[in-house]
Every structure is written in structure tokens, then in C-alpha cells.
């Protein structure tokens, strides 16, 4: 199967095409910090790419996106474009959890692997993730209750008892590191957050190209097609904080 994935989760934009052709799996990459651009460029990569591996439109067997959480315009676009895709050419479609897309390159991690979104407000998306498998729900939180998190899931490691370590990284990560190490002793767990936090400067983070990989690797069509599916937001926008706001004033 031939299959298209559009990341708009996050300022840094990618899109993806599997093309599959005489049994062997090539991969077609786009990708730039574009800040809000998406809308502006998802189509003209698809075509782009779809060219660069001699396809045409109605060779995508597939389509999948970021699932979030994310920048709420950014997942809005990314879900509008792919579920357009997947109705005109009359294809699945499937959202994937943003932070397991991130998360994916960081398996080999020996502690917990922790990708980060900035979600303003003093707050983060993330979750935690050790030998890359999740160990904890989405989180939008502060940097107290993400060290509060830590603090019950690091464990000793087995040859030395030192407390495993935390890798933060994405688009988030520093200024999480930053949250982290400025909080006063006396954390719960009783565990060192500034000696047991690393920032993961330069990793490589989930992108479209991670989107596939998970696609393939879960099967994730095989249950696919409610093309009603949206985003997952764990926050309501600013938009509709301040119509609640009015509504109830």
C-alpha cells in the first residue's frame, strides 16, 4: 500500500509518502520550521512528493496525521486536509497519537523518555515512556506535577541503585528543563529532579516519516475509517475559554 502522512502538530511541518513498487518500501521526505504556514503547503508537498515517486493521487492507498495534542490550528489542518484526502479518493484514514510519534525514536533510552510540547500558560503536553512503550496517560501540566510524575516512576537502576534518568526533548523540552531544575528541594519522591532530568538537545524527534512507520508497524487501518474523528485536545482553546467566560458573565 502506498501511503501519505501529514504532520502539522508542531512549527516543524512534514509530510510523508510510502511508495511501495516491485516488492521493495521507498520513503519521500518534506519537512521545515514554517511556523503557521501548513495550510499554505500541505497540498503543494503532497503533489511534490507524489511526483518525486512517479505516483498520482489516486495510487494512496492510505492517509494518516498527527492525532495530538498539538497546536489546535495545526491538528485542525492536518485533520481537514487528510480526512479531504481520504473522502475524495475514497481511502482510509487514521489519526496517531502525537507524543507516540515522538516518542518513537527514543526507545533505546535506559531511563524514561519524556517528549515535550510547549502548551503555554506555564504548561506542557507530554507523557512518559520507558523502552518505548507509554507508562502514563497524556498530561497537560505544570512543571510541579510533571516532577511529581517522575518522581514515581523513576526507579533505581539494578547495577548501581543510582535513580534512572529522564530525557526531555521536542519543541518543549527546554523550557520544561528549565521548570524543572528551578523547583525547590523537597520534590515528592524524595528524588534529586535536577540530577535525575537530562536535556535531550539535538535528538531527533518524531516526524511524518514516524507517522508511517507506526501506521505499518500497528495496523492502524485495520480498525480505521470514522472519518468523524477529530483531534484530541486535553484543553479547551483560548477561543472557547473566552466564549465561556462571556457566556457567563
Not at 516491485?22 to 501548513?38: K, N, S
Not at 503532497?46 to 498520482?56: E, F, N, P, R, S
Not at 481511502?91 to 497519537?97: K, N
Not at 502525537?98 to 510540547?117: F, K, N, Q, S
Amino acid at each position: 500500500m502506498n501511503l501519505l502522512a501529514i504532520d502539522t502538530a508542531t512549527d516543524r511541518f512534514s509530510v510523508a509518502l510510502a511508495a511501495e513498487r516491485q516488492g521493495r518500501r521507498d520513503i519521500w521526505l518534506f519537512e521545515a520550521d514554517v511556523g503557521m504556514r501548513h495550510s499554505e503547503l500541505v497540498m503543494d508537498c503532497v503533489d511534490m512528493l507524489a511526483q518525486k515517486a512517479g505516483l498520482v493521487s489516486s495510487d494512496i492507498g492510505g492517509v494518516v496525521c498527527m492525532g495530538g495534542p498539538g497546536s489546535f490550528t495545526g491538528l485542525r489542518i492536518g485533520f481537514s486536509i487528510a480526512k479531504g484526502l481520504a473522502l475524495s479518493l475514497g481511502i482510509p484514514f487514521a489519526p496517531i497519537p502525537t507524543l507516540d510519534c515522538m516518542a518513537r525514536h527514543l526507545a533505546y533510552w535506559p531511563g524514561i523518555a519524556v517528549p515535550v510540547l510547549d502548551a503555554k500558560k506555564k504548561a506542557f503536553f507530554c507523557a512518559l515512556y520507558r523502552d518505548g512503550k507509554r507508562i502514563c496517560p497524556d498530561m497537560d501540566a505544570t512543571p510541579q506535577e510533571i516532577a511529581a510524575a517522575l518522581a514515581e516512576s523513576l526507579s533505581p537502576q539494578a547495577k548501581t541503585g543510582a535513580t534512572e534518568q529522564a530525557l526531555l526533548f521536542g519543541p518543549g523540552a527546554e523550557m520544561l528543563h528549565e521548570g524543572l531544575t528551578a523547583l525547590p528541594p523537597g520534590n515528592p519522591g524524595g528524588i534529586d529532579i535536577k540530577a535525575a532530568v537530562r536535556l535531550g538537545k539535538g535528538v531527533r524527534w518524531g516526524n511524518a516519516e514516524m507517522l508511517l512507520e507506526l501506521a505499518l508497524e500497528t495496523r492502524v487501518f485495520d480498525n480505521s475509517g470514522d472519518l468523524l474523528a477529530g483531534p484530541e485536545y486535553l484543553r479547551k482553546s483560548d477561543a472557547e475559554l473566552n466564549l465561556g467566560s462571556r457566556t457567563h458573565a
